[in-house]
């Protein structure tokens, strides 16, 4: 899918997507992805790779970690 390991950290993998980065982060069966439409690649993970999703909307809870959003929609 046209992403590669990131040298600080190789369980991150990133794309160039015109001018913005795209990530998957990967933690042991977790996967954080952080990109404008994710649609796609979840897509492709489970119709090409048979990967069962149990979550796939906005983040608010990862690995032992609450998230959330400023007005101005930063996380």
Same mark, same amino acid.
Do not use: C
């Given at each position: 899918?046209?992403?590669q390991?990131?040298?600080?950290d190789?369980?991150?993998?990133?794309?160039?997507?015109?001018? !913005?980065?795209?990530?998957?982060? %990967?933690? +042991?069966?977790?996967l $954080? !992805?952080?990109?404008?439409?994710? %649609?796609? +690649?979840?897509?492709r $993970?489970?119709?090409?790779?048979?990967?069962?999703?149990?979550g796939?909307?906005?983040?608010?809870?990862?690995l032992?970690m609450?998230?959330?959003?400023?007005?101005?929609?930063?996380?």
């Amino acid at each position: 899918m046209g992403f590669q390991p990131s040298k600080a950290d190789p369980d991150v993998w990133m794309r160039k997507n015109g001018n !913005i980065w795209e990530y998957i982060a %990967v933690y +042991v069966d977790d996967l $954080l !992805i952080a990109m404008k439409n994710p %649609v796609e +690649v979840l897509e492709r $993970l489970k119709s090409q790779y048979g990967y069962k999703l149990k979550g796939d909307g906005k983040i608010s809870y990862h690995l032992g970690m609450d998230f959330g959003r400023n007005p101005d929609k930063t996380l």
